[in-house]
């Protein structure tokens, strides 16, 4: 079955410190891959994709995320985390191909916190 | 506006009464998908409508489920007869279609609670 996990419920970092949250995912072909955030009371916003090409992207609020294929892996990562990057994070895949819905797999979320 | 709008932002109502909920997406936007969401918790897909094609109804969890998405542009998600159990939060998304390098762009959703 094609899945994506987030390991971390929760990940708890210091201001200034460098941070990741983590997603793994399983399946098939090559797929493209989302990250969103989502603040308190809000809709999720997109952050950065990967589709093709280097596998280092850059994103929105200086976040960059790394894909890495033979570990099947698009961690998000943050050299200098801030208070307010404090959000529920999710990662997402997309099948290519399908335009089905069911086709987009998010995790289950990730939530961190920055403390002051 | 240029997001995806939701409305109402919240809606409480009284188990066994019908609610709807309204969503319209970016302009352009052909996709069309609902989500709901606990408390904090991660996405679960309810339907998904592209373009003219039959919407993609395997994520509704009961037959109180509905939704209809009318000139290909607004949506409506229908639930009746409520349940304590339908309390959540209700995400609209839209997204070009035919795209599937496409983000989508979430509304900022609608908290339904049921009493």
């Known amino acids: 079955a094609q899945s994506v996990a987030q390991p971390e419920d929760q990940v708890k970092v210091a201001e200034g410190n460098p941070l990741t949250v983590k997603c793994t995912y399983s399946?098939?072909?090559?797929?493209?891959l989302f990250w969103y955030v989502q603040y308190p009371n809000r809709g999720l916003q997109f952050l950065l994709k990967?589709?093709?090409?280097?596998?280092l992207v850059k994103g929105s609020y200086g976040f960059e995320a790394e894909f890495n294929k033979s570990q099947t892996s698009f961690h998000l990562k943050k050299p200098s985390a801030l208070v307010s990057d404090s959000a529920l994070y999710f990662c997402?895949?997309?099948?290519?191909?399908?335009?089905?819905?069911?086709?987009?797999?998010f995790g289950s979320g990730t939530r961190l916190s920055i403390r002051p | 506006g240029a997001g995806v709008s939701q409305s109402p932002s919240n809606k409480v109502t009284e188990k066994g009464k019908d609610v709807e909920l309204r969503c319209d997406p970016i302009?352009?936007?052909?996709?069309l998908y609902w989500y709901r969401q606990s408390l904090g918790q991660g996405l679960e897909f309810l339907i998904y409508?592209?373009?003219?094609?039959?919407?993609?109804k395997s994520g509704l969890p009961s037959d109180r489920f509905s939704a209809e998405r009318t000139g290909g542009s607004v949506s409506t998600l229908t639930i009746q007869r409520t349940q304590q159990e339908d309390s959540a939060v209700y995400l609209c998304?839209?997204?070009?279609?035919?795209?599937?390098?496409?983000?989508?762009?979430f509304g900022n959703g609608t908290r339904l609670t049921v009493t």
């Open positions: 998304a839209s997204s070009l279609l035919r795209a599937d390098n496409s983000p989508l762009h």
């Open positions: 399946v098939s072909g090559n797929p493209y």
């Open positions: 990967y589709i093709t090409g280097d596998n």
């Open positions: 997402a895949v997309r099948v290519p191909g399908y335009s089905s819905a069911s086709k987009i797999i």
């Open positions: 302009s352009g936007h052909t996709a």
């Open positions: 409508f592209q373009g003219n094609s039959a919407p993609d």
